[in-house]
């Protein structure tokens, strides 16, 4: 049975580090869902933009040129349009009506140092955008001439500078036309509650309706140092979810490839650009739409003269109507609907993440401190969890003081590795042994087995919910979403699981006891560069378990007591 522990625990941490391989695959290719790109569709131009310093200013009466079919619709200088609510800031450049900005007010991009002391809020527009000249939101057609011309030009801007209250909507419209062949519209209606707002485009060439490809990209947001060195945190891809399965295909950005290797999604609901804790979430046209990721890659030249490839990701779409912009916030995407919930990625056991998510928020409620509701949280589970406990502790004493009588069984039939007949015989006596004593051999390992599914939902809660990041909890620990700096929880998360391990009955022999007395180290050495949150996760439950173990000891030592005045009577 203690074999069986060792190899429950170490299984356990091997699905933990192997999690990514296993479980996270790249999209799967139902015939009903994908198709090939197209080679008709051509890679946007690559060469970066000048940038020019940009200020707001009233809206220009756009040129007219006598002669042409229609009007020629077209600003005569670039102009940054500001949508502002108390969620978040955006800003709209005029030059292809692209986004430049989407800052969002409660969400910092990292926590202020001793270097950078000012606060600085996230910006979901990647800082990269400007070294490839393609923002999010610009246009993407079959001729890179074309495209290249219609995200540089000046579009012509039909209302103001917004803020928006609760319950307040405003309204912003890019309009452009050369007067000949090309007629542009992007109308754009934000809010002042939520981070979603609604968009429609219309293109025509030749006087033929066209649907262009919207752009988002490259990559959502810029990764704080911090969240770079999270392995688990730094998820970056895309998601669609299908209208007709209702399942979420994923594709890793490191599993994107060029265009010409991608493939179109169709009949999707929405499809995402996700980063961990953030996304941009586009609703669809039911029925007539599509959306594709893809990579460009880009020779960069360094400081050491070298020449370096760096890949850029998009996701294209066909035929959006309305965009979230935000936070993976539970209750937020729940209230939203359109089954956005599921762009949180609670891995293998979502249902039992989610509800733990669902049960620390309730306590976070009343405890306004997220490592409170951790602990709070941890404490009702070991409640929960008790009998079971109680049941596998009292089997694994019993099995203890049963130990001298196995031995001798087992002395019995020495040939019984090699015979198949003693060990037949020698199993059957064993059992009958187990019977006799009202012993369950695998009683000892079914609390673990049940356990694991908690543990690994609290793994995954804690990775990929947005109300931890940034959170604190006491003194050194400012952000439970990140490791401890100062390696304090996992060195006490270590000593006491080496202390409930010693209090812990064990049927072991010296070999298997020593070896046992290793985890206690190893689980620190994993555990050094996880989450805060996970650490004090288990920390909590080492103390909770010592406590335990004490009152089971207690308990079991009575009813020894109990039992052997009986039987002396």
């Not at 003269?305 to 995407?333: A, F, I, M, S, W």
């Not at 990929?464 to 304090?488: G, N, Q």
Request: proline residues 6%; contains cysteine; glycine residues 6%.
């Amino acid at each position: 049975m203690e074999r069986r522990l060792i190899l429950a625990i170490v299984l356990s941490f091997l699905v933990l580090f192997l999690y990514q391989l296993i479980f996270i695959k790249p999209a799967q290719k139902p015939e009903s869902v994908m198709q090939k790109t197209p080679a008709a569709v051509t890679q946007p131009a690559a060469t970066p933009a000048e940038e020019k310093s940009l200020e707001t200013k009233p809206v220009a009466a756009f040129k007219e040129k006598e002669g042409m079919l229609s009007q020629v619709l077209e600003d005569t200088a670039e102009r940054i349009i500001k949508v502002e609510t108390p969620l978040y800031i955006a800003e709209w450049s005029n030059r292809g009506a692209t986004l430049r900005s989407w800052k969002l007010k409660h969400h910092l991009k990292s926590l202020p140092t001793k270097e950078k002391p000012e606060p600085e809020w996230l910006d979901l527009v990647p800082e990269t955008a400007a070294k490839t000249g393609l923002f999010p939101f610009s246009l993407k057609v079959e001729t890179p001439e074309l495209t290249e011309k219609i995200n540089q030009v000046l579009y012509l801007v039909r209302g103001e500078n917004l803020s928006l209250s609760q319950g307040e909507t405003g309204t912003l419209i890019f309009e452009y036309s050369d007067g000949n062949s090309i007629k542009i519209r992007k109308e754009l209606v934000f809010n002042g509650q939520d981070y979603n707002f609604k968009i429609r485009s219309t293109m025509e060439v030749g006087g033929r309706e066209v649907k262009p490809i919207i752009i988002w990209g490259p990559g959502i947001g810029t990764l704080s140092p911090e969240e770079l060195k999270q392995k688990f945190s730094a998820n970056r891809g895309v998601a669609f979810l299908s209208q007709r399965n209702k399942k979420v295909y994923r594709v890793q950005e490191k599993k994107i490839g060029l265009e010409n290797e991608a493939h179109r999604y169709l009949d999707l609901a929405w499809a995402a650009y996700e980063e961990n804790y953030f996304a941009s979430i586009f609703l669809l046209e039911p029925g007539d739409n599509q959306a594709f990721a893809y990579r460009i890659d880009l020779a960069e030249p360094q400081a050491d003269g070298k020449t370096v490839v760096v890949p850029y990701y998009y996701l294209g779409l066909v035929n959006p109507v309305e965009v979230y912009l935000g936070p993976k916030e539970y209750d937020r995407l729940v209230a939203y609907g359109h089954q956005t919930k599921k762009i949180i990625n609670f891995g293998f056991f979502g249902g039992v993440a989610e509800l733990l998510l669902v049960a620390t928020k309730f306590f976070h409620r009343y405890f306004p401190n997220w490592g409170v509701a951790i602990i709070i949280m941890t404490f009702i589970i070991k409640i929960l969890f008790f009998p079971l406990t109680y049941s596998s502790t009292k089997s694994m004493a019993r099995m203890q003081e049963l130990q001298p009588k196995i031995k001798a069984l087992r002395a019995k039939y020495k040939k019984a590795k090699q015979d198949m007949e003693q060990r037949r015989q020698m199993n059957e006596e064993l059992m009958q042994l187990y019977k006799e004593h009202g012993i369950n051999p695998a009683s000892g390992c079914l609390p673990l087995l049940i356990q694991l599914p908690v543990f690994w939902g609290f793994f995954r809660m804690l990775v990929v919910a947005v109300e931890f990041r940034h959170s604190p909890f006491v003194f050194w620990i400012k952000d439970l979403s990140v490791r401890d700096p100062y390696y304090v929880t996992p060195i006490l998360m270590g000593v006491t699981q080496y202390i409930s391990q010693k209090m812990t009955p064990s049927t072991a022999d010296p070999a298997q006891q020593k070896i046992m007395l290793l985890m206690p180290f190893i689980f620190t050495i994993f555990f050094m560069n996880f989450q805060a949150g996970l650490v004090l996760y288990w920390l909590t439950n080492n103390v909770l378990q010592i406590a335990q173990q004490a009152i089971m000891n207690k308990m079991m030592a009575a009813k020894r007591e109990k039992d052997g005045k009986r039987k002396k009577k």
